[in-house]
């Protein structure tokens, strides 16, 4: 039973801090993503293929989705 405490436990403050890195690097993409964007990608940006503006959950979302693939193709060895 102590070992499934501390494996439960290790879940948690793991899923706490993926949850943590996700608001912070949401953040940081929110923040950047009206100045970047049109820079980045113009005629996108003005075709309206891309958004100009996001809101501030959807970059959340957009930046755990992509932590959750980048990291699930890397190889550990």
Same mark, same amino acid.
């Given at each position: 039973?102590?070992? *499934?405490l501390?494996?439960?436990?290790? !879940? %948690?403050?793991? =899923?706490? #801090?993926? *949850? !943590? #890195?996700? +608001?912070? #690097?949401g953040? %940081?993409?929110?923040? %950047?993503?009206?100045? $970047?964007?049109?820079?980045a990608?113009?005629? $996108?940006v003005? $075709?309206?293929? @891309? $958004?100009a503006? !996001?809101?501030?959950?959807? =970059?959340? &979302?957009?930046?755990w @989705?992509? &932590? +959750?693939? +980048?990291?699930?193709?890397?190889? +550990?060895?």
């Amino acid at each position: 039973m102590e070992k *499934f405490l501390k494996a439960l436990g290790a !879940i %948690i403050v793991i =899923a706490i #801090g993926v *949850f !943590i #890195g996700a +608001i912070l #690097g949401g953040t %940081i993409l929110w923040w %950047i993503w009206p100045y $970047a964007l049109p820079i980045a990608f113009p005629n $996108a940006v003005g $075709a309206g293929v @891309l $958004a100009a503006n !996001i809101p501030w959950w959807n =970059a959340v &979302c957009l930046t755990w @989705l992509f &932590c +959750i693939l +980048i990291k699930s193709s890397q190889k +550990i060895n």
